[in-house]
Structures are given as structure tokens and as C-alpha cells.
């Protein structure tokens, strides 16, 4: 197998139709599908039975005997995958016909990158299903050397499900798990750890934000995650480390672990609680992020504001101002 795509699936029955249909229909033949149920309460389960008895050769469907999460499954995958590349899909989402063909193709004409990468777009529906971008599509991608520029990874998104990871890098390196946010140590990780990565800006991979479900709706209310950020960052940070490459990209590295966390801090503004809890959650917050990674204002206004939004980050140290910290 030339790409093996994994497929985490939790009642996602609305959904799982076109995720699969994108799949299914892709342009690189050489390519398998690991579809794993995690113990959905839906119909999730029996559509991908049907969808594997129609696509023998394509889909292969596990099952979890119990809710395990995300980067369990994910990881679970990874020792299922048997192509040079790897890629993931939420199946909520979906994907152009040609991209995994596309990334395939562009990755061995230009010697293996360890990582390639593609564009992101954020849809409310299916629309884009079955759209043709090839006439505004950069074919030929570009490619970029992590040690001579280590600050283009700072414009990439930490998901996973744009990219695709050669196996030999990522076999042994698995996500954290039970946790949310797993996708930013493990992408960020991988970055860092890359010699090469391949980019494109096309339109391949189609998120579907849903303000009322799934993790998107999370992030509007209370959140009993909210300190899982941390323990992603650490993660981010260990395999660095155990990699000899913390140091040589620490001021980069600091930066994500800030940023990210900070985009944390962000929802909290629009959650349903009294004023004084949401004063004490942000400044506990902020009081770990300049404990953990130091102070935020080290850093171009503009390069954090690019991940955390510039009024945000104004109202973020407006609130922690209140506390006399600052």
C-alpha cells in the first residue's frame, strides 16, 4: 500500500456517508481505509459494515469493545497501517478525490519528505464534496527544510488530518491519549522532528464546523479539559527532548505551547459562568503559561495574534491585569 488513511469513528451517523464517499472514490488506487467504530450508540457501525461488504478491496472496518478516545484509536491505526504514508480523517469531514493521489505522487518525485501537508477549509455542509479545484491547485507543492527554516512551521495547523506522515516516522510515536488537543503535541512533534516537509495550498481537506456539536460546541461552554493543554504541551515537549531537538527549536517550540494554551484562555470568554469563576480560571491559566513556557510579550504581537486573535489577546491581558500579576 502506497497511503493508509485511519478513520476514527463515534457516532457520527449524520455524517459518516460523505466522509466515506470521499474516500472511497479517491484517485489513488493503492490505498487502504482503517475504519475503527469506538464503541458508537448510533448507526456509525452499520454504515461502515455496509460501506466495507460494497468496498472489500478499500475499507477494512475494527471495532473498539469500549470508548476508548481519539489518539487511542488513532493509535490503534497506526500499528493496523501497512502504507509508506499515513494519513487520518475525522469522520465528520471529508477530502478532495485527488489529494491523497496528489500528496503521494509530489511526495516521491521530491525524495520522501518525512511530512506533506495540504490546505484546510472550513465547511458548514457537503458542498464541496464533489467540486473540481484542480484549476486553482499548485500541483507541484513546495518544499521546505526544517533546519534552515524553522519558522514555517509556525503557519502550519497542528491537525493531523490535512497531512500525511511517512510510517517509519511516526510508528513508534504515538499520540497522547485521553486527552483533547492531542493532535498539537503529536503534528507539532512530528514537525520539529522532519527534514523535509512538502506544502500545498490547495482546497483538499473540508472541516465541518459545527457550532452545536462535536468539539467545536466544546469549546463554547464549561469544559472539564480545559487543563489538558498542558499536559499536551509536556507531551509536545518530552518527545522533543528525547529527540535532542528541544533546544535547538526552543524559542519556536515555547511559542506554540503559549499560543496554544492561550487560545484555551480565549474560550473561556464565551462560556456560561459567573464573572468571578471566569476571573479565576484565567488567571490560574495565565499564572501556569508564564510559569511553564514565560512571558507571552517576548514575542511579536503580530506572530501570537496570528494564533490567538489580536482582540483576544488584548482581553486576555486586560483580565489578567485585574489580578495585579501583571
Same mark, same amino acid.
Given at each position: 500500500?502506497?497511503?493508509?488513511? *485511519?478513520?476514527?469513528?463515534?457516532?457520527? +451517523?449524520?455524517?459518516?456517508?460523505? !466522509?466515506?464517499?470521499? =474516500?472511497?472514490?479517491?484517485?489513488?488506487?493503492?490505498?487502504? *481505509?482503517?475504519?475503527?467504530?469506538?464503541?458508537?450508540?448510533?448507526? $456509525? =457501525?452499520? #454504515?461502515?459494515? %455496509?460501506?466495507?461488504?460494497?468496498?472489500?478491496?478499500?475499507?477494512?472496518?475494527?471495532?473498539?469493545?469500549?470508548? =476508548?478516545?481519539?489518539?487511542?484509536?488513532?493509535?490503534?491505526?497506526?500499528?493496523?497501517?501497512? &502504507?509508506?504514508?499515513?494519513?487520518?480523517?475525522?469522520?465528520?469531514?471529508?477530502?478532495?478525490?485527488?489529494?491523497?493521489?496528489?500528496?503521494? +505522487?509530489?511526495?516521491?518525485?521530491? %525524495?520522501?519528505?518525512?511530512?506533506?501537508?495540504?490546505?484546510?477549509?472550513?465547511?458548514?455542509?457537503?458542498?464541496?464534496?464533489?467540486?473540481?479545484?484542480?484549476?486553482? $491547485?499548485?500541483?507541484?507543492?513546495?518544499?521546505?527544510?526544517?533546519?534552515? @527554516?524553522?519558522?514555517? /512551521?509556525?503557519?502550519?495547523?497542528?491537525?493531523? !488530518?490535512?497531512?500525511?506522515?511517512?510510517?517509519?516516522?511516526?510508528?513508534?510515536?504515538?499520540? #497522547?491519549? +485521553?486527552?483533547?488537543? +492531542?493532535?498539537?503535541?503529536?503534528?507539532?512533534?512530528?514537525?520539529?522532528?522532519?527534514?523535509? *516537509?512538502?506544502?500545498?495550498?490547495?482546497? %483538499?481537506?473540508?472541516?465541518?464546523?459545527?457550532?452545536?456539536?462535536?468539539?467545536?460546541?466544546?469549546?463554547?461552554?464549561?469544559?472539564?479539559?480545559?487543563?489538558?493543554?498542558?499536559?499536551? @504541551?509536556?507531551?509536545?515537549?518530552?518527545?522533543?527532548?528525547?529527540?535532542?531537538?528541544?533546544?535547538?527549536?526552543?524559542?519556536?517550540?515555547?511559542? #506554540?505551547?503559549?499560543?496554544?494554551? =492561550?487560545?484555551?484562555?480565549?474560550?473561556?470568554?464565551?462560556?456560561?459562568?459567573?464573572?468571578?469563576?471566569?476571573?479565576?480560571?484565567?488567571?490560574?491559566? !495565565?499564572?501556569? #503559561?508564564?510559569?511553564?513556557?514565560?512571558?507571552?510579550?517576548?514575542?511579536?504581537?503580530?506572530?501570537?495574534?496570528?494564533?490567538? &486573535? /489580536?482582540?483576544?489577546?488584548?482581553?486576555?491581558?486586560?483580565?489578567?491585569?485585574?489580578?495585579?500579576?501583571?
Amino acid at each position: 500500500m502506497k497511503v493508509s488513511i *485511519i478513520v476514527p469513528v463515534y457516532n457520527s +451517523e449524520k455524517y459518516l456517508k460523505d !466522509c466515506l464517499d470521499s =474516500l472511497v472514490n479517491q484517485t489513488l488506487k493503492e490505498m487502504e *481505509i482503517i475504519a475503527i467504530d469506538d464503541a458508537s450508540s448510533d448507526k $456509525s =457501525l452499520e #454504515i461502515l459494515k %455496509d460501506y466495507e461488504k460494497k468496498h472489500p478491496n478499500k475499507i477494512k472496518v475494527y471495532t473498539n469493545p469500549k470508548n =476508548l478516545g481519539q489518539g487511542a484509536t488513532r493509535n490503534k491505526g497506526i500499528k493496523l497501517a501497512t &502504507g509508506e504514508y499515513i494519513g487520518f480523517l475525522d469522520s465528520d469531514d471529508y477530502v478532495s478525490f485527488n489529494m491523497y493521489a496528489k500528496m503521494y +505522487e509530489m511526495a516521491k518525485k521530491n %525524495d520522501d519528505p518525512e511530512i506533506v501537508t495540504t490546505g484546510l477549509v472550513f465547511a458548514k455542509n457537503n458542498d464541496y464534496l464533489r467540486n473540481n479545484f484542480s484549476g486553482i $491547485s499548485q500541483t507541484k507543492g513546495n518544499v521546505f527544510n526544517v533546519g534552515d @527554516n524553522p519558522r514555517a /512551521i509556525l503557519d502550519e495547523s497542528p491537525s493531523v !488530518c490535512n497531512k500525511l506522515f511517512r510510517r517509519d516516522m511516526i510508528k513508534n510515536a504515538p499520540f #497522547i491519549e +485521553e486527552r483533547m488537543w +492531542e493532535d498539537i503535541a503529536f503534528t507539532y512533534a512530528k514537525m520539529f522532528k522532519a527534514n523535509k *516537509i512538502l506544502r500545498f495550498n490547495d482546497a %483538499d481537506y473540508f472541516y465541518r464546523r459545527r457550532a452545536n456539536e462535536g468539539v467545536s460546541s466544546q469549546n463554547n461552554q464549561f469544559n472539564i479539559h480545559l487543563f489538558d493543554i498542558f499536559e499536551v @504541551n509536556d507531551f509536545l515537549e518530552k518527545e522533543l527532548r528525547e529527540a535532542n531537538k528541544y533546544e535547538k527549536y526552543e524559542y519556536y517550540i515555547k511559542f #506554540i505551547q503559549i499560543a496554544y494554551s =492561550l487560545y484555551r484562555v480565549t474560550e473561556i470568554f464565551s462560556w456560561n459562568i459567573d464573572e468571578k469563576t471566569k476571573q479565576e480560571l484565567i488567571n490560574k491559566m !495565565c499564572k501556569l #503559561i508564564l510559569e511553564k513556557y514565560g512571558d507571552w510579550r517576548v514575542y511579536p504581537k503580530e506572530l501570537l495574534s496570528s494564533k490567538v &486573535g /489580536i482582540i483576544e489577546l488584548e482581553k486576555i491581558n486586560e483580565y489578567f491585569k485585574k489580578s495585579r500579576q501583571l
